[in-house]
């Protein structure tokens, strides 16, 4: 599975991808808002490995660069209603470019229409502001807070800020096809 925008190529990640994505996933940028700690390589291919098939790297379509991953996993909090998780990041030197709001509209699009789902989730820590504001620019609701949730990098203990969004919602919110 592959989608295309104006500016990236996201793809399915495999093995090959596993040195550009340790890169990223191990800045500090990236660990400060999400609950994970620097891995090796082993861990990382360990990972891919064991994600096969619902990993995402975004890839700029001019040079082809990795620059962040979007992952699907099972709706942790629903059960059997047509609901699908997201998780993302994006290197820090593409932050900030509207990079993250494209490639999640096409994800968006494809999860709420031919994927069958009714609704995706997203839990974002309370302080990642940038993260918030991206979910609710492509239509995501807050749901509600979780307080101290997840250890996060450092052994931060955060609360996750829940936000889903209905196909309606999207559309209304970014869609413009």
């Avoid at 990640?13 to 400060?32: K, M, P, S």
């Avoid at 609901?83 to 993250?100: A, P």
């Avoid at 504001?133 to 509600?144: D, I, K, Q, S, T």
């Avoid at 807070?145 to 996750?160: A, S």
């Amino acid at each position: 599975m592959q989608f295309e925008t104006a500016r990236l190529c996201i793809r399915l990640l495999g093995a090959a991808d596993a040195a550009a994505l340790l890169e990223i996933q191990n800045t500090d940028f990236v660990l400060r808002y999400n609950g994970m700690e620097k891995w090796d390589a082993d861990k990382m291919r360990a990972y891919l490995e064991k994600k096969k098939g619902s990993l995402f790297g975004l890839f700029l379509r001019k040079g082809g660069e990795l620059i962040g991953e979007i992952g699907l996993t099972q709706d942790s909090l629903r059960y059997d209603v047509g609901s699908i998780e997201l998780n993302y990041y994006l290197g820090e030197g593409h932050s900030r470019c509207g990079y993250m709001t494209e490639a999640l509209a096409a994800v968006l699009r494809y999860l709420l229409t031919d994927g069958g789902n009714t609704l995706v989730t997203v839990r974002s820590f309370a302080p990642n502001m940038a993260s918030r504001r991206l979910l609710e620019g492509l239509g995501f609701r807050c749901e509600g807070v979780l307080r101290q949730c997840v250890k996060g990098y450092g052994g931060v203990i955060f609360d996750d800020v829940l936000y889903s969004v209905t196909r309606e919602e999207f559309e209304a919110a970014y869609d413009r096809t």
